[in-house]
């Protein structure tokens, strides 16, 4: 399924770090796109000749895709998911303007208002940053 990011994660912008939704099956995964434009609201206040996505950005925009696949579950509509933590997070690269990013997170445990996934962010088709996520249902 690939629904409306506005359908299924709470964030606005300037929060909402993703685009779309290329697919999310409920309660297992969930995969993203977002393009990273010149225009990006956390580039104001960097040299224009070192533009570089802060990485805590892109760890925000991993958890958002993660949340999908928790927040599509019948039994979770409705519900908000926190963002509970970051483990062994390991970045190859920098991200930045005209970089097309692609987000997978695998679910690999759920247990009551538990989560935790394994995101990995790809560009051109290379894995740049991998973390394990923590969530919190509530």
């Not at 969930?30 to 990273?36: M, P, Q, R, T």
């Not at 991200?95 to 208002?113: A, Q, S, T, Y």
């Amino acid at each position: 399924m690939k629904p409306e990011v506005n359908d299924v994660i709470p964030q606005r912008y300037p929060f909402e770090m993703i685009d779309k939704f290329t697919n999310v099956e409920p309660g297992v995964a969930a995969s993203a796109v977002k393009l990273i434009s010149i225009n990006e609201w956390f580039f104001a206040n960097q040299p224009a000749t070192h533009l570089v996505v802060p990485r805590p950005i892109m760890i925000e925009a991993m958890a958002q895709t993660g949340v999908a696949a928790i927040l599509s579950m019948p039994e979770n509509q409705g519900k908000n998911v926190f963002f509970g933590g970051i483990k062994n997070a390991v970045f190859q690269a920098d991200f930045r303007p005209g970089d097309k990013l692609e987000f997978e997170v695998i679910m690999k445990k759920l247990k009551r208002n538990i989560g935790l996934g394994h995101g990995t962010i790809r560009r051109n088709g290379q894995s740049i940053c991998e973390a394990d996520l923590i969530f919190a249902v509530e």
